[in-house]
T-cell receptor, first 113, second 116 residues
């Protein structure tokens, strides 16, 4: 049972345009959400996070939006750069002391020059 | 480099053999996590430690798997009697648990296990 779903296996955008990566979750106990970026042959790298008490968090070119009623979050990258090409994982945590992460399957983003 | 390190990076073994992986976390981090990632999937939680105490284990961690973190520093993950289904990337992560905060997990590069 996939508690965190990334329904788009891949996304291709032009350099300079906006990239929007989507994530849905089913577990209403999740209260913290994170995005990780992964290059081949490397471990995932933390990108940005959001607590369930917020609906938006911004860090430079990256913004994460959370819609709790829809159990949906999205990552916006503006403007997209070729170096952003990687696999992006959405992850969620119930918090409460464990912080074990539940990951989606990932979306492979390709930014074309 | 003061990031999370894992050794070995690659391991090829025959079915039925035992293997052991090592993870060295970021030095001041008190939490250490093990995840497993198979092709086309995201990382799946296996177990985690706070200092030397193993606080949670996933049902994915069968009796053939054992993890330790002696003295709350490095950790080892051992798989006994390996099976072909154990072939995966084994990822280690560490974090600094601060009271009242959710901690960011820093991942190592992983150990890729292939069971023939």
């Amino acid at each position: 049972d996939q508690q965190v779903k990334q329904n788009s296996p891949s996304l291709s955008v032009q350099e300079g345009r906006i990239s929007i990566l989507n994530c849905d979750y089913t577990n209403s106990m999740f209260d913290y959400f994170l995005w990780y970026k992964k290059y081949p042959a490397e471990g995932p790298t933390f990108l940005i996070s959001i607590s369930s008490i917020k609906d938006k968090n911004e860090d430079g070119r990256f913004t994460v939006f959370l819609n709790k009623s829809a159990k949906h979050l999205s990552l916006h990258i503006v403007p997209s750069q070729p170096g952003d090409s990687a696999v992006y994982f959405c992850a969620a945590s119930e918090g409460g002391g464990s912080e074990k992460l539940v990951f989606g399957k990932g979306t492979k983003l390709t930014v074309n020059p | 480099d003061t990031g999370v390190s894992q050794d070995p990076r690659h391991k090829i073994t025959k079915r039925g053999q035992n293997v052991t992986f090592r993870c060295d976390p970021i030095s001041e981090h008190n939490r250490l996590y093990w995840y497993r990632q198979t092709l086309g999937q995201g990382p799946e939680f296996l177990t985690y430690f706070q200092n030397e105490a193993q606080l949670e284990k996933s049902r994915l961690l069968s009796d053939r798997f054992s993890a330790e973190r002696p003295k709350g520093s490095f950790s080892t993950l051992e798989i006994q009697r390996t099976e072909q289904g154990d072939s995966a990337m084994y990822l280690c992560a560490s974090s600094l648990r601060a009271s009242g905060e959710v901690d960011e997990q820093f991942f190592g590069p992983g150990t890729r296990l292939t069971v023939l």
